[in-house]
């Protein structure tokens, strides 16, 4: 399945993964649409990508997809490929002092995020002849990461919905996809981690998408690229073994 001609929505296309995505597909001759929740970098990913459309919008927030959704599909109605790609993730110490609200962001952010856009656009990717899902996991979604607790919680929950969205939608023209990116050079990782983990690097940003993009073209339903490989097999045959591995990370 070719990734051209089509019109994809990419939730947090602003930075990181999302952005590099948001590139490559334009140059591809899609119709790309980002979205984020801060203006500015939404704006800096406009100029940076003359052609690119962004909307604000908040995969934690029912009204704000269900504006999303009003002027997408009313702007857009060719949107055929949703690629639920926003996500956060944090270090915490599970007990330490943090408001209810607070604790469970990724959870918002990174699990009931992709289940509401889907929720919601479902019923028009249906009336799409050749139409995509895209979720974006983690390799951690096979191994936990200590410390990033409740960021494995969701991320892990995000790969068991898709597999059971994918087999419900199995005898229809819904593709569903997921992607389990490795460690890889963006913003969300240079910002909190690459302190915990002296003199190790991500993949590069431009080399992830291309795996992302032949991934897909070639049919996978789940591409992992690198390290998130890896960490599936590892996750098999030696589940205790690559926890424990993980665990060291940020422990001291
Ligand atoms: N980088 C890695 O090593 C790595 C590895 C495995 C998986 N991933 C996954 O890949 C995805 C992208 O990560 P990244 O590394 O590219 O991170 P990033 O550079 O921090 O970009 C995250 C994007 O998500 C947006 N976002 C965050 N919260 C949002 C919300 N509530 N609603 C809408 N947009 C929101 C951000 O924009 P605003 O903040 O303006 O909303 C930004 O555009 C995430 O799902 C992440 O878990 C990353």
């Known amino acids: 399945m070719k990734l051209t001609g089509r019109t994809v ?3 947090g296309g602003s930075s990181g993964i999302g952005l590099e995505l948001a590139g490559a597909l334009l140059a591809r001759g899609n119709v790309v649409i980002v979205t ?12 940076r990508h003359p052609g690119l459309h ?11 997809i269900l ?30 002092d943090r408001p209810l609200t607070d604790v469970t962001q990724e959870v918002d952010i990174d699990l009931s995020g992709p289940i509401r856009m889907v929720q919601q656009f479902l019923p ?3 009336t799409r002849s050749n139409p995509m899902i895209v979720n974006v996991s983690s390799g951690l979604a096979f191994v936990p990461f200590t410390i990033s607790p409740i960021y494995s919680a969701a991320k892990a ?6 597999r059971c969205l994918r087999e419900q939608l199995r005898n229809t023209p819904v593709r569903v996809v997921e992607v389990a990116p490795p460690l890889t050079e963006t913003p969300l990782f240079a910002s909190e981690f690459k302190q915990h983990m002296p003199g190790q690097s991500g993949m590069p ?16 339903d789940e591409v992992r690229p690198g390290q998130s490989n ?4 590892a996750s098999r045959l030696a589940p205790g073994f690559i926890f424990k591995q993980l665990s060291k990370v940020g422990a001291t």
């Open 54 to 64: 962004a909307s604000k919008s908040d995969v934690a927030n029912e009204n704000s």
């Open 205 to 220: 940003v431009d080399v992830l998408v291309r795996h992302i993009i032949s991934g897909i073209e070639a049919g996978r």
């Open 124 to 126: 028009h990717l249906r």
């Open 36 to 47: 984020g929740r801060s203006e500015s970098a939404l704006e800096a990913a406009r100029l």
């Open 67 to 96: 504006d999303l959704y009003q002027t997408l599909t009313t702007r857009f109605p060719a949107l055929d490929v949703l690629i639920n790609n926003a996500g956060i993730m944090r270090a915490l110490r599970l007990g330490d």
């Open 230 to 233: 890896v960490l599936k097999i």
């Open 157 to 162: 929950g995000l790969h068991a919905y898709t």
């Open 9 to 11: 929505l990419i939730t």
